[in-house]
């Protein structure tokens, strides 16, 4: 039974610490705001918690044009999930790719969308009680 | 856990933003230093932010790595009065720019109110978290 109540969590478990990471790496970029040459990181959540629960996460490879390209290492990961950088809408000269409004808008809306995680697996949790004290 | 992370993240951010508003206080305060313990006029000076890997791999920090000297031409005056005046009247005066300061000051303080709001933010999060079940 007790398989069954961890089945019933684990979805949003999952989610739950997938957004504590990216709420991270967001944080990450706000404080990094002002240093040279640092590039701006995300991870695409949707295919990232695919990735999680079916257990095979998808490594950023490098790009090969040539059957003879030796394949490098894999980038950094995270959760199995791929950490990418974000394209510039207006590169800065001293190589950072922060835009802080993008990072602003990204960050409210994890913090947001962590919340509704949280509400849901209270939620949750409330109707295992029901059924359980009848 | 990453969102204690956060803290850490926010609050090397906060420190290193601290640390350039001192550097900025400092050139302004000695704009106008003709000498100094050295018997030589105030050196204007810059700090060098880099990323500095905090508890784990996503997350990453920011640290000031260095305070460099700034390396801009000195400002000459002509002031035969003054007591440090060369043989030809002129006084070798700081190479502070007070309106690249004041642009440097506005600057450090939007980021560190903007760390301050990514450590509110997980703050509530962190609560919220507690909550579940209740």
Same mark, same amino acid.
């Given at each position: 039974?007790?398989?069954?109540?961890?089945?019933?969590?684990?979805?949003?478990?999952?989610?739950?610490?997938?957004?504590?990471?990216?709420?991270?790496?967001?944080?990450?970029?706000?404080?990094?705001?002002?240093?040279?040459?640092?590039?701006?990181?995300?991870?695409?959540?949707?295919?990232? $918690? =695919?990735?999680?629960?079916? #257990? @095979?996460?998808?490594? *950023?490879? &490098?790009?090969?044009?040539?059957?003879?390209?030796? %394949?490098?290492?894999?980038?950094?990961?995270?959760?199995?999930?791929?950490?990418?950088?974000?394209?510039? $809408? =207006?590169?800065?000269?001293? #190589? @950072?790719?922060?835009? *802080?409004? &993008?990072?602003?808008?990204?960050?409210?809306?994890? %913090?947001?969308?962590?919340?509704?995680?949280?509400?849901?697996?209270?939620?949750?949790?409330?109707?295992? $009680?029901?059924?359980?004290?009848? | 856990?990453?969102?204690?992370?956060?803290?850490?993240?926010?609050?090397?951010?906060?420190?290193?933003?601290?640390?350039?508003?001192?550097?900025?206080?400092?050139?302004?305060?000695?704009?106008?230093?003709?000498?100094?313990?050295?018997?030589?006029?105030?050196?204007?000076?810059?700090?060098?932010?880099?990323?500095?890997?905090?508890?784990?791999?996503?997350?990453?920090?920011?640290?000031?790595?260095?305070?460099?000297?700034?390396?801009?031409?000195?400002?000459?005056?002509?002031?035969?009065?003054?007591?440090?005046?060369?043989?030809?009247?002129?006084?070798?005066?700081?190479?502070?720019?007070?309106?690249?300061?004041?642009?440097?000051?506005?600057?450090?303080?939007?980021?560190?109110?903007?760390?301050?709001?990514?450590?509110?933010?997980?703050?509530?999060?962190?609560?919220?978290?507690?909550?579940?079940?209740?």
């Amino acid at each position: 039974m007790s398989s069954r109540i961890d089945q019933l969590f684990q979805f949003q478990q999952t989610a739950l610490n997938l957004r504590a990471v990216r709420q991270e790496l967001i944080a990450s970029n706000i404080a990094n705001a002002d240093t040279p040459n640092y590039k701006a990181k995300d991870i695409d959540f949707a295919s990232a $918690l =695919q990735g999680a629960l079916s #257990g @095979n996460g998808q490594k *950023l490879q &490098v790009a090969v044009t040539s059957s003879q390209h030796l %394949a490098g290492a894999t980038g950094e990961s995270v959760m199995g999930a791929p950490v990418q950088y974000r394209n510039p $809408l =207006q590169p800065s000269a001293d #190589g @950072n790719t922060v835009d *802080l409004d &993008v990072e602003h808008a990204q960050f409210a809306d994890n %913090a947001l969308r962590y919340e509704a995680s949280v509400t849901f697996v209270s939620n949750e949790a409330k109707n295992v $009680l029901a059924a359980l004290q009848g | 856990m990453s969102l204690f992370n956060i803290f850490n993240i926010a609050g090397s951010g906060m420190t290193a933003q601290s640390q350039r508003l001192n550097v900025v206080a400092s050139n302004l305060a000695n704009a106008d230093s003709a000498t100094g313990p050295d018997g030589k006029p105030y050196h204007a000076k810059q700090v060098v932010f880099s990323t500095t890997p905090i508890a784990g791999q996503t997350g990453q920090g920011v640290k000031v790595s260095a305070v460099v000297e700034d390396n801009s031409p000195m400002k000459v005056v002509y002031d035969p009065k003054h007591p440090m005046a060369d043989a030809q009247g002129y006084v070798t005066m700081p190479n502070v720019n007070p309106v690249d300061e004041m642009v440097n000051m506005i600057s450090a303080s939007r980021s560190y109110q903007n760390n301050v709001d990514v450590l509110n933010t997980s703050k509530t999060l962190l609560l919220k978290t507690l909550t579940i079940g209740n």
